[in-house]
């Protein structure tokens, strides 16, 4: 590495979090948090922003899973690693994007696999955060009015998706997922507070720490519970509304829910 790893370690249990926390020291990272809960990772990961979490699934209160689940898309580090003694969990910690899954007990040469696949996921994030970067401050530069289209790159090519064509922003862990009018998706590298700022508030409108809708492809808003509520789209797609934007997107619609 040529730059140390900043990393916060979650375990309920001391020995195995001091343990994890001494053994990512002596492979070069810098463990700027060790949490014994949910709780105090929450804060930790907000105020420290770590290029790496390792976390333990199965913990009282708020699990590994609630943990990730608290956070704004944003504020997810680049690299999610699970380590934990339950094998059981797996497959749900891949389908919320975590790098490595890593069980306990663990070699060294596990770990050092994990914090190598680490390295290389935060040094691809640091470029195409540097990359987004200028390309943002050109675009604000000329044109500082709300977009008008997408770029989505790959790696061979750009996609240019008209602003007009999107019915909702989905975040994807570090990406976002445009949700097209047609039913297509496109996953696009860039950040859901960023979006937001730069989106048209007369015509899109944040639902959910992971949803942005367009307006004017609001269809219903169904209340499921207390805390819960579900916006139907023109499409069909169902996006979730938060609790406490609700009053301001009644007000948007001139509706009283």
Request: glycine share 4%; aromatic share 6%; net charge neutral.
């Amino acid at each position: 590495m040529s730059f140390p790893l900043t990393a916060i370690v979650v375990d309920d249990e001391l020995p195995a979090r001091e343990g994890l926390a001494a053994d990512l020291a002596a492979l070069g990272l810098d463990v700027i948090a060790k949490c014994p809960d949910g709780r105090a990772a929450q804060d930790a990961i907000r105020r420290h922003r770590p290029d790496v979490l390792f976390v333990d699934v199965e913990m009282p209160e708020i699990d590994g899973f609630a943990l990730l689940e608290s956070l704004e898309p944003e504020q997810l580090p680049p690299a999610i690693v699970f380590v934990t003694a339950y094998d059981e969990h797996a497959l749900r910690a891949f389908e919320v994007r975590a790098l490595d899954y890593v069980l306990k007990p663990f070699s060294v040469e596990r770990l050092r696999t994990a914090v190598e696949r680490a390295d290389q996921r935060v040094r691809e994030a640091k470029a195409l955060d540097a990359k987004i970067g200028h390309a943002d401050a050109a675009e604000a530069s000329a044109t500082p009015q709300y977009l008008t289209r997408f770029v989505v790159r790959s790696h061979d090519e750009s996609i240019v998706v008209p602003v007009s064509e999107v019915d909702w922003i989905e975040a994807d862990t570090y990406y976002v997922r445009l949700h097209l009018s047609d039913g297509r998706s496109r996953l696009m590298r860039d950040r859901m507070a960023v979006l937001e700022t730069r989106l048209d508030p007369k015509t899109f409108f944040r639902t959910h720490r992971s949803a942005i809708v367009r307006l004017d492809r609001i269809r219903s808003v169904k209340t499921l519970s207390r805390y819960e509520h579900t916006i139907t789209l023109a499409s069909g797609a169902r996006v979730p509304l938060s609790r406490d934007r609700k009053t301001r997107l009644a007000s948007l619609l001139g509706r009283n829910w």
